[in-house]
């Protein structure tokens, strides 16, 4: 074929796609039982542009930070603090990081930031609860934002963990003998315990005759190196029969604990180290339910990952409130992350979804803030999800707007809300992430790798750490 037919051959064959792009039906053809789609003419014409997430992550992370002036140099102290108070005004208002507070109150996190402040001058632990789904499992995003803090405000240890753990984490091993039996309340792994005394964790494990639960610090290239030790063990054990015992074994360590007494009511059991230990062993005798083990520091702050997998946000309420309050209180938490919204998203296909969400959370909020009236609420929602949409792979449909309605019922509801969404980048931002190298998000377009996890959870760390520098200054 000579080279002019060949190139009129091409021409018309490209204009035959360009005509067929142009007419062929925005909403597919039918063919049996599938629908055939064919790309637009825009979706043809529109190259899209090679971004670097990472790069696009570097000056979002630089943009939250304050600058630091040397006073003596090149400003005098009363400029520079008026130059940090207008750059985080600024933030409050524009920054897609920052967390919408209700009423915009700035001081909205301003006993959370006392309570830990004074951490070390009390002696004190204040505990900081972490929910989500699938998204936080491993201890991903909180292991990050649990190190960080601690290392400004003192503290060790993962903090609370229940006594069987369904899913592996990179912080703490656990094993725990078969006749301990687990239920949780929702969930891809949700096992009913016939009652609804699932305390804080939202799980509880009974112990009959005996048991044995053992801990030990991982030691994962992901594994944050407070989390890998503890100085304090504490059971929170509810229903207990008469001399139910728990006995904590650890390096050169041994001490039983027992409640002579049979009780309806939660208690708890304590043992503290002189030194920090990185493993150790509890051995039960008689029947409870345990509803928790905390392992911490002296004093300082932790960060508790709880994660549910499958899990909407919608449960809290129904659990017990006796067992639940008497953990909140022990536990000193001050500070509660609700991060759902994503496992709700699939079935998201109207407005009116949207709204017989919000009531659940609506709920939720509430009960939180009845039970627990010391700490402050945060929702976080969904991350960007991608699902194929006229077979082409792009953003869920009506994420922006629950993500929107999400906002609004937090603060409406006297909580702050904090949108993974666009600190992402927004709209098809999944698709990026996915793609970055390396990646940032698994090829599932919903949940992020740990370097991802890991760059959410500084955004947040440093979000939040721009209004501790703002109350400082106020104070």
Known sequence: MKVSKSLIFIFLVIFLLALTAMFFPKEGVKFFDRRLFFPT???ILTREKSVSVLEKMQILEESLKIQQFNDSVQKAADEARNDTVLFLKKFFTTHSARFYLPKNDL????PVFAAM???REDSAIVHILHYGDSQIEED???GYFRQHLQEKFGGI???LLPAVQPIPSAAIGQSASENIKRHIIEGMHKSSAGHSRYGVLGQTAQVNGSGTVSFHARNYSRTFENTKKWTK??????????NFSAKLTAK???NTKTLQKKSIFPSVLEWNFADSVKNCALNFTGNAEISGISLDGKYGVTVDNIPIRGSSGTYFSAIDTVSTIFMLKNLNVRLIFLEFGGNTMPSISSQKNIDEYMQMLEKQILHWQKICPQAKIVLIGPADMSKKVRGKLQTYPLLSEMVEAMKTTANRNGAAFWDMYSVMGGHNSMLHWVKEKPALAAPDYIHFTPKGADKIAEMLFEAFMRYYEYWKIEK
Request: hydrophobic share 40%; net charge neutral; glycine share 6%.
């Open 41 to 43: 003419l825009e979706d």
């Open 157 to 159: 240890g993962a903090g």
């Open 107 to 110: 001081n909205f996190f301003a």
């Open 233 to 242: 063990v504490r059971v929170f054990v509810s229903r207990n029969s008469a």
């Open 117 to 119: 402040e004074n951490c």
């Open 140 to 142: 991903r995003i909180t």
């Open 252 to 254: 050169n360590f041994s």
